[in-house]
């Protein structure tokens, strides 16, 4: 199975969007839904300060009736952040995202933000990982 670093290769659309603490809500949302992803890094000073996802937004300003006028990004993104290297396994990263119920790691190297990971990148890899075992399996049935 892949790395971290080879799965980040070969993804089609590779940017990493951020906001910082102090972004409105309501910024974060739109922001996430013109690029039609489900989660932002959050950046303070270039480092790593958390991040903040669609679910973030889901349970903690529309079921605490809250608003995304006036909350800001800091309120309601996660701060103790799970991340990965760029040598772990797509396999690691899986097994930490069902462990944990998450649905997105950052990757991190040297103390550097060097992507972001998704559940569907994992998914992917993981159906395009069985599809070669598939054909190497029907290549050895068949003699070849």
Known sequence: MKTVAEILRSKLHAAVYSVSPETSVLDAIKLMAEKGIGALVVLQNGRLAGIVSERDYARKVALLERSAFSAQVSEIMTAEVVTVGPSQS?????????DRHLRHLPVMAEGELI?????GDLVKETIA????????????????
């Open 90 to 98: 797509a396999q690691e990263c899986m097994q930490l995202m069902t």
């Open 115 to 119: 992507g972001l990971l998704s559940i």
């Open 129 to 144: 990982e069985q599809a070669r075992l598939i054909q190497q399996l029907e290549q050895y049935i068949r003699g070849e």
